[in-house]
């Protein structure tokens, strides 16, 4: 009877932690953009698949809190997942910040290039490893645009502006001193007061963010910094993804990568629709010529090799994503 009542009793917990319900809250600073769209798709194939066993509950336009608050409860564990731009990564993983070195990608369909690249998936995957986090997913977010009081239509138009930039590392700030800006850091919820009363003169981020929080009300001139792309990553939290166990682990990761097809086809004509928009209501979209457009990224640019010097592993991604954007560039 003994035995009988022992399997009995094991039984009972293994068909508990079979029925166990697990809940992935996902949080990101924006809104009705292609994050939210990546975010509805995991959720849908998610718990299609693990039959109710995880609630995935979307928390987008920093519903949880700025950037910085985010990023540490993931590595706490009390945020299982968020959406920022790597360069908001970099104080907790600091190889994040690779991927906001000027010129590295032509477009945005070539960035998903480099990113589907074996070689470069392996090595972002090892991203955050110390710190108990990994890049469950890394997408181009658009373009990087900036929206300025005084528009920029030279490189000239940079110098003595104060702009927030998408980081607060070296490598986000030396760029723009190089132009001879004011570049400052603040999470994207605080950025919209900052422009009104122009304690900033601009800031730099995704195109449709602009659209999204109709910065069209608040400065019209927004300008299109050549080579330069908003990547952001889906950041989970390691001891979460290895608690669901293997089948359900499975099953997040391959929503995951199925739920990238968002990004090549809804997030790319989303920016287009974002340039008419930002039109219709009165907003300029502007390119930099092509001499001020080489210049931008000549000055930029000229600033990588002593960052990079400093630290070596940074400098070891960043040959390897320009090794892997030379393979996939057509």
Same mark, same amino acid.
């Given at each position: ?117 074996? !070689?470069? +998936? /392996?090595?972002?995957? &090892?991203?955050?490893? *110390?710190? %108990? $986090? @990994? ?118 990761? !391959?929503? +995951? /990568?199925?739920?990238? &097809?968002?990004?090549? *086809?809804? %997030? $790319? @004509? ?61």
């Amino acid at each position: 009877m003994k035995t009988i009542w022992i399997a009995g009793a094991l039984f009972a917990v293994a068909l508990s932690a079979s029925a166990q319900q697990f809940t992935m809250k996902l949080s990101s600073p924006t809104i009705n953009d292609v994050s939210q769209e990546w975010m509805k798709a995991f959720k849908s194939g998610v718990e299609s698949r693990s039959g109710g066993k995880i609630k995935v509950e979307l928390y987008p336009a920093s519903q949880l809190g700025p950037i910085p608050r985010t990023v540490e409860g993931v590595a706490l564990g009390t945020i299982e997942m968020t959406l920022p731009a790597t360069g908001f990564l970099a104080t907790l993983e600091p190889r994040f910040v690779v991927f906001d070195a000027p010129g590295l990608f032509d477009s945005m369909q070539h960035a998903e290039r480099v990113f589907a690249d074996p !070689e470069v +998936a /392996r090595r972002i995957a &090892t991203f955050g490893a *110390t710190k %108990g $986090v @990994e890049p469950l997913i890394t997408f181009v977010h658009g373009p990087l645009v900036l929206l300025a009081h005084r528009p920029i239509r030279a490189v000239a138009d940079f110098k003595g502006q104060k702009i927030r930039v998408p980081g607060g590392a070296p490598l986000h700030f030396e760029p723009f001193r190089k132009l001879g800006a004011s570049p400052v850091s603040i999470p994207l919820g605080e950025v919209m007061p900052a422009m009104q009363n122009r304690t900033i003169d601009g800031f730099i981020g995704g195109l449709t963010v602009f659209t999204s929080f109709k910065y069209y009300d608040v400065a019209k001139g927004l300008t299109r910094l050549p080579g330069s792309h908003l990547i952001a990553a889906g950041l989970v939290n390691r001891n979460f993804m290895k608690s669901l166990g293997p089948d359900l682990e499975a099953i997040v990761r !391959e929503e +995951a /990568r199925k739920a990238e &097809t968002i990004f090549s *086809t809804w %997030g $790319v @004509e989303d920016v287009e629709r974002g340039r008419k928009i930002w039109a219709q209501n009165g907003g300029e979209n502007i390119e930099l010529p092509a001499a001020e457009a080489k210049r931008y990224l000549d000055e930029t640019t000229s600033v990588l090799p002593g960052l990079l010097a400093a630290n070596p592993q940074l400098k070891e991604d960043y040959e390897a994503l320009v090794a892997a954007a030379k393979r996939v560039r057509q």
